[in-house]
């Protein structure tokens, strides 16, 4: 698939207010519609005090159930982005975001339970995923969500409807931290109970993600969706079929070796030496551009780009495509060259 320029322009035609401090954005991109799958994002660049800053967003929406194309936003303290929509976007405004989606949280094909645990705004992309599987499968439905109080549930009222139309394959447990404290392992294994072998997934902030995943009792596969936060440091393939890598894989100081970066961006190209262990995005810093990039982890595309001459092998990734890899595409953060020469295109 082809990806000439990431971003496109969008109008925000409606803005709901979902909580005291989250929002959900209805866009209309002007390129048309976006093809993308339940539980994806999209990557947004934001101009902050004169900086372009780049987030990813969770789309709320499903494209089985929704015609209009969604993504829900919550305030995180001192968050320049989160702030800055909040605050500052209205209906008829306009806001830069990627023509494509992306990110593999998404459902695969199986009968089994879905079980899904939420913190907070980690509702979004599993209100999409629970959205999709109601209209389009006939799986057994049941979501753990956790919220700071009542003035914080997000999408309340949407999940109540839905379990009202669909009361034998939907169960919405709610856990307020304010009320009862915080979640803790058993009372993630008292909520699994006899759905161990359920495809789990998990969004939320980095603890309560960590502890949710070792609570899991399984046998099932686990999906976590993570923005930002650095993957656990293992050099395996986890139940959850997210593989991640381990410390030893980070970038070195190594001397250059032999052969040639060759970047591409914004019609200018520059080549430098190839160091060893440094990534696509470390040399074209290192070649004077500026390459777009956001979380740096391989969870949200921003850096995306395409070898175009030789190739590279990714340490971690978590949203290309199959296709989107076998056309070329790499995250750069995360892309170190296999070949002596490489050339890479972000236009």
């Known amino acids: 698939m082809a990806r000439s320029s990431f971003f496109q322009r969008a109008t925000v035609t409606r803005i709901v207010k979902e909580s005291v401090d989250a929002r959900t954005f209805v866009l209309a991109p002007h390129d048309g519609p976006i093809a993308y799958r339940a539980g994806q994002f999209c990557t947004f660049r934001v101009p902050v005090d004169g900086t372009a800053l780049f987030r990813s967003y969770s789309m709320s929406s499903a494209p089985e159930t929704d015609d209009e194309l969604m993504t829900t936003v919550k305030r995180v303290p001192g968050g320049k982005v989160s702030n800055w929509m909040l605050d500052n976007?209205?209906?008829?405004d306009e806001l830069q975001m990627s023509r494509a989606a992306a990110g593999r949280f998404c459902l695969r094909e199986t009968d089994v339970p879905l079980l899904g645990f939420s913190g907070g705004s980690g509702i979004t992309p599993i209100l999409s995923l629970t959205k999709c599987a109601l209209a389009s499968t006939q799986r057994r439905i049941r979501l753990l969500c956790a919220d700071r109080d009542a003035d914080a549930v997000i999408f309340g009222t949407v999940l109540a409807e839905l379990a009202r139309t669909y009361p034998d394959r939907l169960e919405v447990v709610r856990h307020l931290d304010a009320d009862r404290g915080f979640l803790d392992?058993?009372?993630?294994?008292?909520?699994?109970?006899?759905?161990?072998?359920?495809?789990?997934?998990?969004?939320?902030?980095?603890?309560?993600?960590?502890?949710?995943?070792?609570a899991l009792p399984g046998p099932g596969l686990v999906f976590s969706e993570r923005f930002g936060a650095p993957a656990p440091a293992v050099s395996t393939t986890q139940p959850s079929g997210?593989?991640?890598?381990?410390?030893?894989?980070?970038?070195?100081?190594?001397?250059?070796?032999a052969g040639t970066v060759?970047?591409?961006?914004?019609?200018?190209?520059?080549?430098?030496?190839?160091?060893?262990?440094?990534?696509?995005?470390e040399s074209a810093r290192r070649a004077g551009l500026s390459p777009p990039f956001s979380c740096e982890q391989g969870n949200c595309a921003t850096c995306i780009a395409r070898v175009t001459k030789g190739?590279?092998?990714?340490?971690?990734?978590?949203?290309?495509?199959?296709?989107?890899?076998?056309?070329?595409?790499?995250?750069?953060?995360?892309?170190?060259p296999d070949t002596e020469t490489i050339s890479v295109d972000y236009d």
């Open 242 to 257: 997210t593989t991640t890598v381990s410390d030893s894989a980070a970038t070195t100081s190594d001397p250059a070796g």
């Open 89 to 92: 976007l209205a209906e008829g």
């Open 185 to 214: 392992a058993a009372a993630i294994r008292a909520f699994v109970g006899d759905d161990g072998h359920a495809d789990h997934y998990i969004c939320g902030p980095e603890p309560f993600m960590e502890m949710v995943e070792l």
């Open 311 to 336: 190739s590279a092998s990714l340490r971690h990734n978590d949203a290309l495509t199959d296709d989107e890899l076998a056309d070329g595409y790499v995250l750069t953060c995360q892309a170190v």
């Open 262 to 281: 060759t970047i591409t961006l914004n019609r200018k190209k520059k080549t430098v030496p190839r160091k060893q262990g440094e990534t696509l995005l």
